[in-house]
C-alpha cells in the first residue's frame, strides 16, 4: 500500500540554527500539504500545494519558514532561524486533488524539538 | 469562520465497554465532516467521513458516527471498545468548495482499561 514517506522522524536543533523537513507524497497526488501539530492541538495547515503552485500559505509564518515543491513531487519545509515555538510535529499529506472530497493521507511525522 | 470542538480532552473506558467521542462545529454552509484517528509516533488515519445523504454514516474497524444538523454535532460511537483503539482521535470539517482546507478539532485522548 502506497504511502506518504517524510524524514527525518525526529530532529533536535538548537535556536536560531535552520532546519528542513522532506515529503514524499503518494505518487500521483497533485495535492500536497504540510501540517503543524503542536503538543495537545490538532494539525493546523501551514502551506498547500496544487502540483508545483502554492495554492494556500495563509498560516505560513513567512518570515522564517519556506516550502518549496519545485518538479510537483516531493517537497520541503524549511525554518530559519528556528524558535523555541516551533517544537512540534510536521506532518505532510497528500490527496489525488483539491477539494474535501478527496481523503487526504498523512506521513508519520517529522517531531521537532529546539533546544 | 469555521471551527470545531471536542468537548472531551481525555476519555477512559474499559474494554468492550461502548464509546461515544463528541464534536461540535460552526460552519455557514453545508460542512463536509471527518474523524481521523492518530496511534502514538504515527500519522492520521480517516476513520469515516460526511459529505451528504444519509446522516449515519459507517467507517472502520467498527466505527460510525452521526451527523445532527441541529444540534452542529458529528459523534463518533463504537458499541464495544478494544484495547487497540486507544488513541487520539480528531474531529474535522471541510468547507464543500475552495481549496479543501480542514480544520481539526483538538482532540480526544482515549485510553481502554482491561
Known amino acids: 500500500e502506497a504511502e506518504v514517506a517524510q524524514s527525518p522522524r525526529y530532529k533536535i536543533t538548537e535556536k536560531s540554527q535552520a532546519v528542513a523537513f522532506w515529503c514524499d507524497p503518494i505518487?500521483?497526488?497533485?495535492?500536497l500539504y504540510w501540517y503543524r501539530q503542536i503538543l495537545g492541538q490538532g494539525p493546523e495547515l501551514l502551506v498547500q500545494f496544487q502540483d508545483e503552485s502554492v495554492v494556500d500559505d495563509s498560516q505560513l509564518p513567512k518570515d522564517r519558514f519556506s516550502a518549496e515543491r519545485l518538479k510537483g513531487v516531493d517537497s520541503t519545509l524549511k525554518i530559519q532561524p528556528a524558535e523555541l515555538g516551533d517544537s512540534a510535529m510536521y506532518l505532510c499529506?497528500?490527496?489525488?486533488?483539491?477539494?474535501?472530497?478527496?481523503?487526504?493521507?498523512f506521513g508519520p511525522g517529522t517531531r521537532l524539538t529546539v533546544t | 469562520a469555521q471551527s470545531v470542538t471536542q468537548p472531551d480532552i481525555h476519555i477512559t473506558v474499559s474494554e468492550g465497554a461502548s464509546l461515544e467521542l463528541r464534536c461540535n462545529y460552526s460552519?455557514?454552509?453545508?460542512?463536509?465532516l471527518f474523524w481521523y484517528v492518530q496511534s502514538p509516533g504515527q500519522g492520521l488515519q480517516l476513520l469515516l467521513k460526511y459529505f451528504s445523504g444519509d446522516t449515519l454514516v459507517q467507517g472502520i474497524k467498527g466505527f460510525e458516527a452521526e451527523f445532527k444538523r441541529s444540534q452542529s454535532s458529528f459523534n463518533l460511537r463504537k458499541p464495544s471498545v478494544h484495547w487497540s483503539d486507544a488513541a487520539e482521535y480528531f474531529c474535522?470539517?471541510?468547507?464543500?468548495?475552495?481549496?479543501?482546507?480542514?480544520?481539526f478539532g483538538a482532540g480526544t485522548r482515549l485510553a481502554v482499561h482491561p
Open positions: 460552519y455557514g454552509a453545508t460542512p463536509y
Open positions: 499529506a497528500s490527496s489525488k486533488r483539491q477539494g474535501s472530497s478527496y481523503e487526504q493521507y
Open positions: 505518487s500521483g497526488h497533485a495535492t
Open positions: 474535522a470539517v471541510g468547507s464543500s468548495g475552495g481549496y479543501n482546507k480542514l480544520i
